[in-house]
């Protein structure tokens, strides 16, 4: 009777042989599924993430197949053996007649030999699926995309409705000119997932979480820890010498009492940026004290607690102050870009693979309804036919460069293919990654997956 395939999930660091694992498992597929009637070569789907993969493995497939087909590596029958389950390390006739045939099967047709870029397979689908959707006639692959826009992106934030909101936003930063921003805006581009998470995915009023008594709990935390450093200044000491040289720094101004210390700081922290530069001392100084005038660990932990506390409960007042208006202008001018960037596209019919995966997304998930609705069974039916009517297995290599928006569009492929034998007879995954690793961080690989 023919064996119920196991979905894995393999851990192997670099240098370990996954590309070796891979084929090896590919092979082991024929071998127990070759003779069952539906079975094809061109079932088994091999994802990885470069081209150079994709062809390392490819070569390793057709190598190993010739090897066990001409009897002359032991080990590596030894090995294929070992992951069939079997002693002692050998294949009946039938086996090695099925290693014949698919060998010959691939030599007449290169085609049957399914192994290619997670990139390539996604624009399969963007291709077929999504394109006719979205009526876009014909694009081409541009690497360089996002930074040919860029001058048309930067034009259009030149609009007099447009601009009041990025002068805005410009002003609390280090640079004053746009083009300093172009990096900026590039990565708002490649992380729109991220965008598409917090405005559709998150609740509604997420930033609008209600005010308590930050700033007033961080005066009173200053002023605990001044009245403690006072009971230790000595007599004909100056307050300031108790203080380290970056926290004076940031009051921005000589004091002599502790009365004038207090006032002094609560001047400065009115505005958000002042308050902002004496967070930072708060925050990155072990101490603002002097630990050379303040000897005793019992009065340097006290004064530590007092320290911690206001710096919590500034970096709460700075929150509202300063990052949750900001966190609105930058949505708000992201979904601006996000919008003129896509037009871009439908104009010069140019993207990148980034983009590919974006469109393919967000007709299978993003919308309400999607323009592709998994939810109603018909549609479902067909768009999963048509990714696996003749994928049954799925091989994914360096698993952990996936991202988070390659993830969902395979993840209902991979619960199809694997979902058993009342969908179709075969079907599995394999997958091989390094969970200490994630070398496509930049394009959003996640290693966690």
Known sequence: ????????????????????????????????????????????????????????????????????????????????????????????????????????EILCDKRKLQVMTIDSYISHIFRNIVRPLRSIDDYDIDLSAVNKRMPYLFQHLMQDDIRRKVDKLLQRKVYRSLDDYAGFFAHLINARWLYYVITYRCPKNILEIPRGDEFELFHKSMAMFFEYLKGLIKEGSAVADYLTNDFRQAMQDEFETIDDALL??????????????????????????????????????QLREYQDMAAHALADHLYFELFLPEQKEILELWGIILQEYDRLIYRYKNMTYDDISWFTFEALFSQEPPAFDLSIENTATEFYHFLSHRTRFMLIDEFQDTSLIQFNILRPIIEEITSGYGSKELGGVIVVGDEKQSIFGWRGGERDL
């Open 264 to 301: 002094l700081l609560k001047e400065k922290s009115q505005d958000p940026h002042d308050a902002f530069e004496i967070m930072k001392v708060l925050v990155q100084e072990k101490n603002i004290f002097s630990g050379q005038r303040i000897r005793s660990s019992e009065h340097k932990a």
């Open 1 to 104: 009777m023919m064996q119920h395939f196991r979905n894995l999930i393999i851990s192997a660091s670099a240098g370990t042989g996954k590309t070796y694992r891979l084929s090896l498992e590919y092979i082991a597929l024929i071998v127990r599924y070759y003779e069952h009637e539906a079975f094809t070569l061109d079932g088994i789907l091999a994802l990885t993430f470069t081209r150079k993969a994709s062809f390392e493995i490819r070569d390793r497939i057709l190598k190993h197949l010739h090897s066990l087909i001409r009897h002359e590596d032991e080990q590596l029958l030894a090995n294929l053996c070992s992951l069939l389950e079997r002693e002692p390390a050998k294949l009946d006739p039938k086996e090695e007649g099925a290693l014949i045939s698919a060998y010959q």
